[in-house]
Nanobody, 115 residues
Framework: QVQLVESGGGLVQPGGSLRLSCAASGSIFSINIMGWYRQAPGKERELVAVISSAGTTTYADSVKGRFTISRDNAKNTVYLQMNTLKPEDTANYYC?????????WGKGTLITVSS
């Protein structure tokens, strides 16, 4: 009942920037949490950043000071501004939407940080 469309992935050099977007559609409840998770080859999926509909944010320690998550509640869209990217940031990034009763994941988008 909720569809997530991710965009903005790609290849970037170390030190560069990228911006990810995730638009949710369908049966959207106004109170929800949206965010980004990532999974690198051979590693477990981990939280990158999440933001509630009230604006409360949580970041992984590894991205604090470099990444910024934001959202537009009117558009049901969440953004992730990624600056000073490192090779260690290379991973598949997944958008997530969760309310009190449902949990949906996007299909993922690949971010490669390499020179």
């Amino acid at each position: 009942q909720v569809q997530l469309v991710e965009s903005g992935g790609g290849l970037v050099q170390p030190g560069g920037s990228l911006r990810l977007s995730c638009a949710a559609s369908g049966s959207i409840f106004s109170i929800n949490i949206m965010g980004w998770y990532r999974q690198a080859p051979g590693k477990e999926r981990e939280l990158v950043a999440v933001i509630s509909s009230a604006g409360t944010t949580t970041y992984a320690d590894s991205v604090k000071g470099r990444f910024t998550i934001s959202r537009d509640n009117a558009k049901n869209t969440v953004y992730l501004q990624m600056n000073t990217l490192k090779p260690e940031d290379t991973a598949n990034y997944y958008c997530r939407y969760t309310s009190r009763v449902v949990d949906y994941w996007g299909k993922g988008t690949l971010i490669t940080v390499s020179s």
